[in-house]
Every structure is written in structure tokens, then in C-alpha cells.
């Protein structure tokens, strides 16, 4: 009896410290007078992004409800406080002027334990600069600079899926371009990154392009747990904690090994990605196989969604205005016949109205919601009673700042022309964050854009695109997906165009 009654009294004691541990965490931003929502356990603040909501609204209801309550309000990511940031003023000093005091993200990593979750973007301080050096020039664009290699790949890439939209339009011109884009993305990464050709355009179920899936929909834990990781970094990684499921794990470790092995034995070079990544490995820098796998897979996995999902959101937008659809068909028919007929690397330049429907499109729909930073040390804002405290998350929901109205007029509009000079002149320099800013933005965001570029051009030369009783009108987002991502697909009447 004795025994049974010391261990209640152990639990009783154990729930009542969790209790005001969790109590007293929730009163963070209250104690500093900071404005925030009330937090409820366990989500915190994201309870309806966690059960009913996509994150985009939840997030975009937070950021208009608080942002002109300062420069920026309290939050709780599970049990963890953070904060939105809302003046783009203290945009611009967190991801440029002041970076020095912002360079972290604060993801999780654990390179002994989770090989592959030690990428570029998650990891930080001098790791991340010594990697951030090691991999930029893949993706420089200058004429001698690695894009240019790739550039004709991507484009024998693209004349496969004019290849395979060919037959699926005779058969069916209702097409389901999500997939079939995402397929795209697959083979154009899978080979400039890997150097292998994953042919998932002639074959879905292949193996990347299966694995590719699962990396955004199978998880290792669910979200509740994997709050409490990000929370508590440092116990989680001292219990050996990973957040990436075995099966990718191993597929990615297993592809890389192979390639690197493969190259070096038979002396194969092919200026992409991987062979940087060989060469930084034999000169000494102490580059391993594992820190390639890291890098290779977030080139992969980021690079192959985000793209895809731009270029259907696009064509998405240009078969529901189709004068724009018609203006930069012009355009990209114009570029071809400068060039006799073919599409060359420096037609990319030459087209604005190309550059400006991209841009809108990563104005309406970002892939990547918020940044994410940590706070090194306090920080003081212009208001004295806003301090950042030191080790904070902050997160600046770049799609809520770009779908704010009073920024973007009838932001739900698509115009290509809020991209105009004259246009952007008008506006704050933080109020289009697609890629981020500062030294520590998207590091392959010209090769996403080229790819993008190429894609687009290739399928308005060849195709007319238009909506039809499948299209989801307005979209519905993925709840599971963390980027934005359209649920069941996008279905637009595809019609080939007589040159």
C-alpha cells in the first residue's frame, strides 16, 4: 500500500509540475504585454490549422487581426511562443539589415541520428554559411555558370511532356496537369540532381517520383509530436529523435551512394549539381556522402513541388483570363521567332510579360506560406515596449502580406501588371517574398524560375489552356500538404494549337 500510494503521489506531483510548466508557458506573451490569442492546449495557437482549416486562412485571419496592433504579435506554435511579424519595416531589418541577428532559421536537425534532415534549409550558424558557399554555385546565371549547362536538359525534358500531353489530349483533352507537371519537375530535378533519368512522365509509379510523394505525405510522427520536437530541439535530439521516415531515408541515401560511387569509378562528369558536390568532397573540405544526400535531397524535394505547383497554378490563372493567356502566348511566339524558331537561354531575359505573370502567380500563391528566423539575441524595435527576446521564432507570413489588400488591390484578382516598374516602385520592397530576401533566401530560386520559364513557354507555344466543369472553381487547398498545394488536382480543357 505504501508503495501504490508513493507512486500516485509521484504522478500527482509529475501532472501538477507538467500543469504549471504549461500554464505558466501560455502566460508567456501575456506577461510581456505583447498582443496575442489566447493558446489552447495542446495546438496553441494553430488549433484550426491542426483539425479543420488549411494554414493559409488560419494565418491569414491572425496576421489581419493583429497588424496594426504593432510591429509584431505573439503566437504559440503548440506549446512554443513565437511571433508574427507585421511591420514590413522590421521585415527588411530581420532579413536584410540586421540578418547577423536573424541568420538562423531554428529548424530541427539532427545530423548524427537523421542524416538527411542536415540541408541547407534547415541548418544554421557557420554550417549554413560553409554549405550556403558550397552550394550557390550551382545556380549562379552567369553565362559560363552551372544553369547554362542544364538549361538544354530541362528543355529535352520539357519536348517529352509536349510528348506525353500529346497523346493524353487525343485521348482525353480534360487533363489533370498537376500530376503531370509535378512529373515534369520530377525528371528535370531527378536528372540535374542525381544525373539519373527517373522517366516518370512515361511512368508515374516509378520509384522517385513514388518516393518523391511520400517525402510530403508520410511522416515519421504526427504533428502534435513533431511540435513537441521543434519545441524542445535539444532533449529531442538528445533522445536520437528523426522527423524523416525510413523508407525516404534510405532511398535517398541508397540513390546518392550509388551516383557518387558510380561518377567517381568511371570518371563521368556532367556539370549538375551532383558533380559540384563530388568535387567539393574530393578537395578536401571534408564534404561527406551523407551531407551530399542532405543537400541533393532538399534540392529534390523543394525544388520539384514548388515548381510544379507554380506552373499549375499559372496555367491554372491563364485559362480563367485568357486575354492574358493570349497576350503572353504573343510574347513567347514572338521570343521563338527572334530565335529562329528555337528557345534559347538568353530568350529567358527577353520576355516581361513572362516574368510578370510568374511573379503574380507567386504573389496569389507563394508555395512556402511564412519565413521562418530565430532571434540570437534581444532585439529592440522602434517600440520600446516590442522587445524580440532572444531565441524566439518569428515567422513573416509572406502569403498574408501578399494577399493583403491594402497592399495588393482585389488581391484574388490576377494581374500580371501589378508587376509593372512603375507598379513595384510604388510598394514597399517586402511585400513580394515568394523566395525571401536577404542572404539567406531560396538559394536555387533562378534555377526554380528557369525551369518555370521553360515549362510555360513550351506548353502556351504548343497548347491552349481552358477551364472546364472539372475545374475546381476557387481552388481547395490541401490540408496534409505544408506548402500550398490544390486538393484533387487541377483539370483544364487542353487544346493543340496548329503552328
Same mark, same amino acid.
Given at each position: 500500500?505504501?508503495?501504490?500510494?508513493?507512486?500516485?503521489?509521484?504522478?500527482?506531483?509529475?501532472?501538477?509540475?507538467?500543469?504549471?510548466?504549461?500554464?505558466?508557458?501560455y502566460n508567456?506573451?501575456?506577461?510581456?504585454?505583447?498582443?496575442?490569442?489566447?493558446?489552447?492546449f495542446?495546438?496553441?495557437?494553430?488549433?484550426?490549422?491542426?483539425?479543420?482549416?488549411?494554414?493559409?486562412?488560419?494565418?491569414?485571419?491572425?496576421?489581419d487581426?493583429?497588424?496594426?496592433a504593432?510591429?509584431?504579435?505573439?503566437?504559440?506554435?503548440?506549446? $512554443?511562443?513565437?511571433?508574427?511579424?507585421?511591420?514590413?519595416?522590421?521585415?527588411?531589418?530581420?532579413?536584410?539589415k540586421?540578418?547577423?541577428?536573424?541568420?538562423?532559421?531554428?529548424?530541427?536537425?539532427?545530423?548524427?541520428?537523421?542524416?538527411?534532415?542536415?540541408?541547407?534549409?534547415?541548418?544554421?550558424?557557420?554550417?549554413?554559411? $560553409?554549405?550556403?558557399?558550397?552550394?550557390?554555385?550551382?545556380?549562379?546565371?552567369?553565362?559560363s555558370?552551372?544553369?547554362?549547362?542544364?538549361?538544354?536538359?530541362?528543355?529535352?525534358?520539357?519536348?517529352?511532356?509536349?510528348?506525353?500531353?500529346?497523346?493524353?489530349?487525343?485521348?482525353?483533352?480534360?487533363?489533370?496537369?498537376?500530376?503531370?507537371?509535378?512529373?515534369?519537375?520530377?525528371?528535370?530535378?531527378?536528372?540535374?540532381?542525381?544525373?539519373?533519368?527517373?522517366?516518370?512522365?512515361?511512368?508515374?509509379?516509378?520509384?522517385?517520383?513514388?518516393?518523391?510523394?511520400?517525402?510530403?505525405?508520410?511522416?515519421r510522427?504526427?504533428?502534435?509530436?513533431e511540435?513537441?520536437?521543434?519545441?524542445?530541439?535539444?532533449?529531442?535530439?538528445?533522445?536520437?529523435m528523426?522527423?524523416?521516415?525510413?523508407?525516404?531515408?534510405?532511398?535517398?541515401?541508397?540513390?546518392?551512394r550509388?551516383?557518387?560511387?558510380?561518377?567517381?569509378?568511371?570518371?563521368?562528369?556532367?556539370n549538375?549539381?551532383?558533380?559540384?558536390?563530388?568535387?567539393?568532397?574530393?578537395?578536401?573540405?571534408?564534404?561527406?556522402?551523407?551531407?551530399?544526400?542532405?543537400?541533393?535531397?532538399?534540392?529534390?524535394?523543394?525544388?520539384?513541388?514548388?515548381?510544379s505547383?507554380?506552373?499549375?497554378?499559372?496555367?491554372?490563372?491563364?485559362?480563367?483570363?485568357?486575354?492574358?493567356?493570349?497576350?503572353?502566348?504573343?510574347?513567347?511566339?514572338s521570343?521563338?521567332?527572334?530565335h529562329?524558331?528555337?528557345?534559347?537561354?538568353?530568350?529567358?531575359?527577353? %520576355?516581361?510579360y513572362?516574368?510578370?505573370?510568374?511573379?503574380?502567380?507567386?504573389?496569389?500563391?507563394?508555395?512556402?506560406?511564412?519565413?521562418?528566423?530565430?532571434?540570437?539575441?534581444?532585439?529592440?524595435?522602434?517600440?520600446?515596449?516590442?522587445?524580440?527576446?532572444?531565441?524566439?521564432?518569428? %515567422?513573416?507570413?509572406?502569403?498574408?502580406?501578399?494577399?493583403?489588400?491594402e497592399?495588393?488591390?482585389?488581391?484574388?484578382?490576377?494581374d500580371?501588371?501589378?508587376?509593372?516598374p512603375?507598379?513595384?516602385?510604388?510598394?514597399?520592397? %517586402? $511585400?513580394?517574398?515568394?523566395?525571401?530576401?536577404?542572404?539567406r533566401?531560396?538559394?536555387?530560386?533562378?534555377?526554380?524560375?528557369?525551369?518555370?520559364?521553360?515549362?510555360?513557354?513550351?506548353?502556351?507555344?504548343?497548347?491552349?489552356?481552358?477551364?472546364?466543369e472539372?475545374?475546381?472553381?476557387?481552388?481547395?487547398?490541401?490540408?496534409?500538404n505544408?506548402?500550398?498545394?490544390?486538393?484533387?488536382?487541377?483539370?483544364?480543357?487542353?487544346?493543340?494549337?496548329?503552328?
Amino acid at each position: 500500500m505504501v508503495f501504490i500510494a508513493t507512486l500516485v503521489c509521484l504522478i500527482i506531483t509529475a501532472a501538477s509540475l507538467i500543469a504549471y510548466f504549461i500554464k505558466r508557458r501560455y502566460n508567456y506573451w501575456k506577461r510581456l504585454g505583447i498582443p496575442h490569442d489566447k493558446p489552447v492546449f495542446p495546438y496553441g495557437s494553430v488549433k484550426d490549422y491542426m483539425t479543420t482549416r488549411h494554414a493559409r486562412y488560419v494565418m491569414q485571419e491572425y496576421y489581419d487581426k493583429y497588424k496594426n496592433a504593432g510591429p509584431f504579435a505573439g503566437m504559440y506554435f503548440f506549446i $512554443t511562443p513565437a511571433i508574427l511579424v507585421l511591420d514590413l519595416d522590421l521585415v527588411k531589418d530581420i532579413l536584410i539589415k540586421d540578418f547577423h541577428n536573424f541568420s538562423d532559421r531554428g529548424m530541427y536537425t539532427n545530423e548524427k541520428d537523421d542524416p538527411l534532415s542536415g540541408h541547407l534549409f534547415s541548418l544554421d550558424g557557420e554550417k549554413w554559411r $560553409t554549405m550556403r558557399n558550397t552550394v550557390s554555385p550551382t545556380f549562379t546565371s552567369t553565362p559560363s555558370g552551372k544553369m547554362k549547362f542544364m538549361f538544354p536538359t530541362i528543355v529535352t525534358v520539357c519536348d517529352e511532356l509536349l510528348e506525353v500531353l500529346s497523346k493524353s489530349v487525343e485521348i482525353d483533352p480534360v487533363i489533370e496537369i498537376k500530376d503531370l507537371l509535378a512529373r515534369f519537375t520530377t525528371d528535370v530535378i531527378g536528372t540535374c540532381a542525381f544525373g539519373i533519368e527517373c522517366n516518370s512522365l512515361k511512368d508515374p509509379n516509378v520509384e522517385f517520383r513514388v518516393v518523391g510523394v511520400k517525402a510530403f505525405t508520410k511522416t515519421r510522427h504526427g504533428k502534435i509530436v513533431e511540435g513537441l520536437i521543434f519545441g524542445f530541439p535539444n532533449l529531442a535530439k538528445k533522445l536520437g529523435m528523426r522527423l524523416i521516415h525510413d523508407e525516404i531515408h534510405e532511398f535517398f541515401m541508397r540513390v546518392v551512394r550509388e551516383t557518387v560511387e558510380y561518377r567517381e569509378k568511371n570518371s563521368i562528369k556532367r556539370n549538375d549539381f551532383m558533380d559540384l558536390m563530388i568535387e567539393m568532397k574530393n578537395s578536401g573540405s571534408g564534404l561527406t556522402v551523407e551531407q551530399i544526400a542532405a543537400q541533393a535531397f532538399i534540392f529534390f524535394v523543394a525544388g520539384y513541388e514548388t515548381s510544379s505547383m507554380t506552373m499549375g497554378f499559372a496555367l491554372y490563372e491563364l485559362a480563367r483570363n485568357q486575354e492574358i493567356q493570349d497576350k503572353l502566348r504573343a510574347e513567347i511566339n514572338s521570343c521563338y521567332e527572334q530565335h529562329n524558331g528555337q528557345f534559347k537561354y538568353e530568350a529567358m531575359s527577353e %520576355m516581361p510579360y513572362m516574368e510578370k505573370v510568374i511573379k503574380e502567380t507567386l504573389r496569389k500563391y507563394p508555395p512556402s506560406l511564412a519565413l521562418m528566423r530565430k532571434c540570437r539575441n534581444d532585439y529592440p524595435t522602434k517600440n520600446p515596449k516590442f522587445i524580440i527576446p532572444k531565441g524566439t521564432i518569428l %515567422m513573416i507570413q509572406a502569403d498574408a502580406i501578399q494577399n493583403d489588400p491594402e497592399i495588393y488591390p482585389n488581391p484574388d484578382k490576377f494581374d500580371p501588371e501589378r508587376f509593372s516598374p512603375e507598379e513595384v516602385q510604388k510598394r514597399h520592397p %517586402m $511585400t513580394w517574398l515568394p523566395f525571401g530576401d536577404g542572404p539567406r533566401n531560396c538559394v536555387g530560386l533562378r534555377f526554380g524560375k528557369m525551369q518555370i520559364n521553360i515549362g510555360l513557354s513550351m506548353l502556351l507555344r504548343n497548347y491552349k489552356f481552358d477551364c472546364c466543369e472539372k475545374t475546381q472553381i476557387p481552388l481547395e487547398f490541401d490540408i496534409k500538404n505544408p506548402l500550398l498545394s490544390s486538393k484533387g488536382g487541377i483539370y483544364l480543357r487542353v487544346e493543340k494549337i496548329k503552328q
